[in-house]
Nanobody, 118 residues
Framework: QVQLVESGGGLVQAGGSLRLSCAASGRTSSILRMGWFRQTPGKEREFVAAHWTGGITQYAQSVTGRFTVSRDNAKTTMYLQMNSLEPEDTAVYYC????????????WGQGTQVTVSS
């Protein structure tokens, strides 16, 4: 099992920055890929960014150039640096992890609220 805990959310003005963290515990050596997702009320949860253990990263088009995903050397903490935030980025942000290349994400955090004021 893997446990994920997000932190770093909050309220920020448009144009500002926030850095989210996702701390993984448990069988972290089994994690192949970690990702960030976000969700607003009444909408489907959407992909934001992902980080493969080998260092490959992937971003949603809406955040490319503004957000950066990274992991620490121990591969137990994932970060999401969010710059040039827009009100449309307001959402609950979730961290997720999986052990295999295919299939769905298996483990999810509880989420952290990000609110961007205009």
């Amino acid at each position: 099992q893997v446990q994920l805990v997000e932190s770093g959310g909050g309220l920020v003005q448009a144009g500002g920055s926030l850095r989210l963290s996702c701390a993984a515990s448990g069988r972290t050596s089994s994690i192949l890929r970690m990702g960030w997702f976000r969700q607003t009320p009444g909408k489907e949860r959407e992909f934001v960014a992902a980080h493969w253990t080998g260092g490959i990263t992937q971003y949603a088009q809406s955040v490319t150039g503004r957000f950066t995903v990274s992991r620490d050397n121990a591969k137990t903490t994932m970060y999401l640096q969010m710059n040039s935030l827009e009100p449309e980025d307001t959402a609950v942000y979730y961290c997720a992890a999986k052990r295999y290349a295919g299939g769905e994400y298996e483990y999810w955090g509880q989420g952290t609220q990000v609110t961007v004021s205009s």
